[in-house]
């Protein structure tokens, strides 16, 4: 397998500030690292792609602006939710690939007062 | 558009029974499907992965298959127990890093 953490596990703040949601590789180096959303009972959705060194890879319909993203190390990707308003309440994830399968931390989940 | 569906429904079983779990998709043509494990507020946790031309994959009590043609994956947890109860999703890729998963199936195995 392969080990991935996240920090915080939890985090409640009020509307209109903003969160930074850390996701680290304990085991290998990654370039590549991926952040999820999953709102209860639902899948997971892809937010993003997060490349070392470079600008992330945002999907369709998630604003750049809002969620941030920086990967500033082979190990260790960031995740901050600016402005946070009560919709974005929500369980974030992240990941990373190792031969072909996606390695997940335990979640961040966030709740916006 | 791509779809997977997997039963909404929550699926109840008595221990020592074989629980299968059922994963269905259209307008798709993966390369790979992988089952997860979620439990409660956790991230999901692998469990196999089967490529397209792979009809089986086990692993000690878990069995996978993949149906190309029917669209549709069967996840089998023999000898269930307690602890298996937790909600599985399964997961298609035609190669890419881009997963599309299913909203996943709870299980619970009754003691």
């Known amino acids: 397998g392969a080990v991935v953490s996240q920090h915080p596990s939890w985090v409640i703040c009020k509307s209109g500030t903003s969160v930074k949601i850390e996701c680290r590789s304990l085991?290998?180096?990654?370039?590549?690292m991926f952040w999820y959303r999953q709102f209860p009972k639902q899948s997971l959705m892809l937010m993003a792609t997060s490349n070392e060194g470079s600008k992330a890879t945002y999907e369709q319909g998630v604003e750049k602006d809002k969620f941030l993203i920086n990967h500033a190390s082979l190990t260790l990707s960031t995740l901050t939710v600016t402005s946070a308003h009560p919709e974005d309440s929500s369980f974030y994830i992240c990941s990373k690939l190792r031969t072909d399968t996606q390695y997940f931390g335990p979640g961040t989940r966030l709740t916006v007062l | 558009s791509q779809k997977i569906e997997q039963n909404s429904e929550a699926l109840n079983i008595q221990e020592g029974k074989t629980a299968t779990l059922t994963c269905n998709y259209t307008n798709y043509s993966p390369a790979y499907l992988q089952w997860y494990r979620q439990d409660p507020g956790r991230g999901p946790v692998f469990l196999l992965l089967i490529r397209e031309n792979e009809k089986e994959k086990r692993k000690e009590r878990l069995k996978v298959t993949f149906d190309t043609t029917l669209k549709q994956s069967l996840f089998h947890i023999t000898a269930s127990q307690p602890a298996d109860s937790a909600t599985y999703l399964c997961a298609l890729t035609s190669g890419t890093y881009k997963y599309i998963f299913g909203t996943g199936t709870r299980l619970k195995v009754l003691a």
């Open positions: 085991d290998f180096q990654a370039t590549t």
